[in-house]
T-cell receptor, first 116, second 116 residues
Framework: KAGVTQTPRYLIKTRGQQVTLSCSPI?????VSWYQQTPGQGLQFLFE???????NKGNFPGRFSGRQFSNSRSEMNVSTLELGDSALYLC???????????????FGPGTRLLVL | AQSVTQPDIHITVSEGASLELRCNYS??????LFWYVQSPGQGLQLLLK??????LVQGIKGFEAEFKRSQSSFNLRKPSVHWSDAAEYFC??????????????FGKGTHLIIQP
């Protein structure tokens, strides 16, 4: 079974631009979560989608948004990019509803975003 | 709010020696606990997880971890490290079902260096 895939793997943008990142979960997984990883703040939870609905959101400004499609693929969007948005963005998928006894999040390789 | 502390930013171990990486968590109820490993330029790979039951859990690559409720700890151990174990190790805590899934809360990570 193929793992979580993320596209693109690398991205360079300039301040003020917007960016869209894509995540394809493991086949059959319905929950997709996004995390931001930076050297200073570490790994931080952005949001989680389940059945096309955002169920949880971390402490990030409204410039960060996302959506999930009926096939469970997810996109996240960052508008009006700032230098501090430079980070590795990780997507993780799990079968149903993260938090269940048998749930585990499987992570993709990430998209590295550089904002100049 | 839940939190995870990994007290050691860097650890250097000789190849063949034993390893213990420390993790302390703060959470109001019984937590879901995880250890992930991240190699340079890669996403996160799950090493092991604790949900309930036996407090000593076995993972992949010869790793094990012990949940100690009285110490709020979930330390990772390996009896004999290999050069390929050099990586960043993250401890994480997640919410139980029904309590709201706020994503995983990660520690800052421990960078493991293997000396020949």
């Amino acid at each position: 079974k193929a793992g979580v895939t993320q596209t693109p793997r690398y991205l360079i943008k300039t301040r003020g631009q917007q960016v869209t990142l894509s995540c394809s979960p493991i086949s059959g997984h319905r929950s997709v979560s996004w995390y931001q990883q930076t050297p200073g703040q570490g790994l931080q939870f952005l949001f989680e989608y389940f059945s096309e609905t955002q169920r949880n959101k971390g402490n990030f400004p409204g410039r960060f948004s996302g959506r999930q499609f009926s096939n469970s693929r997810s996109e996240m969007n960052v508008s009006t990019l700032e230098l501090g948005d430079s980070a590795l963005y990780l997507c993780a998928s799990s079968p149903n509803n993260f938090g269940g006894a048998q749930e585990t999040q499987y992570f993709g390789p990430g998209t590295r975003l550089l904002v100049l | 709010a839940q939190s995870v502390t990994q007290p050691d930013i860097h650890i250097t171990v000789s190849e063949g020696a034993s390893l213990e990486l420390r993790c302390n968590y703060s959470y109001g109820a019984t937590p879901y606990l995880f250890w992930y490993v991240q190699s340079p330029g890669q996403g996160l790979q799950l090493l092991l997880k604790y949900f309930s039951g036996d407090t000593l859990v076995q993972g992949i690559k010869g790793f094990e971890a012990e949940f100690k409720r009285s110490q709020s700890s979930f330390n990772l151990r390996k009896p004999s490290v290999h050069w390929s174990d050099a990586a960043e190790y993250f401890c994480a805590v997640g919410a139980k079902p029904g309590g709201g899934a706020d994503g995983l809360t990660f520690g800052k990570g421990t960078h493991l260096i293997i000396q020949p």
